[in-house]
């Protein structure tokens, strides 16, 4: 099954059932016109890996770390399907990052990864928008990450089983790919990556872990589409504009 988030026409915000063209809630079926899609979690914290695709590392000229490098988006940069980020002003370099989202569905610490899949409730689709102007002069990274929509996610959760090991990820922009991978090149998979964090964070039920981009990253244009593609999953489709 995938699920979505979304505020139907009385304005309701329902967790109902993901169809690719409709949604679905309580014997209610509404075409994606007739509703406001929405992020399909609300995380207290979006939890990046870096450098998690050798390929990716290289093309930035950068070693492959020995253990997950982390970072934190909050809640403000979380964007939705169908929106556009507005990028910060006067920056030359704001890059697409595409990612495969790992939705968190209880509360978990300290958890071994053979235990951590049994955490997971499943996978979406999320662009980790980077701001390379200020990212490549901080060592924090609040600048170049985390600004007001900087972590579109979506369109979905889709349970784990529809999701092959091997799925790819991909990035198009205006309707040309420009990253092309599968989730098996990640360095750090996703049980080893719960583990790590939970050694030393609480996630939360709804927190979203974006596991790390492949090579092909680039700039945005102002009024570029972007559409990212998890295969099993969906496609996170949004707009940016300067």
Known sequence: MRHARFRDPS??????EWH????SFAGETYDLDEVELLAPSEPSKVLCVGRNYVAHAEEHDADV???PLLF???????????????????????EWEAEL?????????????????EYVAGYTCVDDVSNRDDQRSESQWVRGKAFDGA?????????????????????RVNGEVQQDAT??????????????????MTLEPGDV????????????????????EVQGVGTLEHEVQR
Do not use: W
Request: aromatic share 2%.
């Open 101 to 117: 989202g790992v939705v968190i569905e209880k509360q978990a610490k300290n958890v071994d990864k053979e235990d951590a899949m």
């Open 151 to 171: 972590a579109p996610i979506g369109p979905c959760v889709a349970d784990p089983e529809h999701v092959p090991e091997d799925a790819t990820v991909q990035t």
């Open 183 to 200: 989730i098996d090149q990640m360095v750090f998979d996703v049980p080893t990556l719960i583990e790590e964090a939970t050694q030393y």
């Open 65 to 67: 770390p020995d253990r």
């Open 20 to 23: 690719g063209d409709s949604v």
């Open 11 to 16: 304005g309701a915000v329902r967790n109902g």
């Open 72 to 94: 934190l988006k909050g809640p403000n940069t979380v964007a939705g399907h169908g929106d556009t980020v507005t990028l910060p002003a006067g920056k030359e370099r704001v």
């Open 209 to 228: 872990i974006a596991t790390g981009t492949p090579e092909g990253v680039g700039p945005f244009d102002d009024g570029d589409h972007v559409e990212i």
